[in-house]
């Protein structure tokens, strides 16, 4: 089992940045895939982004692609999404999700694990 804490969320106006992180414990995460999903009020839970277990793979969703980094430390048994040139739109609940898998996957039904979320904000 691994468990994951997010945090990093909050309040910012468009145009700017925040850095979520998460927080894996309960096993290493060093041969496992992780990524990031959001879910906006009304609206399905989206794929944002996904490393592979080495970071040599890395896929984005087509709406952050290029204002979006995802980013692992296998050391420190955490992943990160930083966010940058932020828009009103990217406003949802972000979840850290991992898998046993090494491989990405855009699907949600591939991620076994899940956090809890941060509130992400983007005010216009």
């Known amino acids: 089992q691994v468990q994951l804490l997010e945090s990093g969320g909050g309040l910012v106006q468009a145009g700017g940045s925040l850095r979520l992180s998460c927080a894996a414990s309960?096993?290493?995460?060093?041969?496992?895939?992780m990524a990031w999903f959001r879910q906006a009020p009304g609206k399905e839970r989206e794929f944002v982004a996904a490393i592979s277990w080495n970071g040599g793979s890395i896929d984005y969703g087509d709406s952050v692609r290029g204002r979006f980094t995802i980013s692992r430390d296998n050391a420190k048994n955490t992943v990160s999404l930083q966010m940058n040139s932020l828009k009103p739109e990217d406003t949802a609940v972000y979840y850290c999700?991992?898998?046993?898998?090494?491989?990405?996957?855009?699907?949600?039904?591939?991620?076994?694990?899940w956090g809890q979320g941060t509130q992400v904000t983007v005010s216009s």
């Open positions: 309960g096993r290493a995460i060093s041969n496992s895939a």
């Open positions: 999700a991992a898998t046993t898998r090494r491989l990405i996957w855009r699907s949600t039904q591939s991620w076994e694990f």
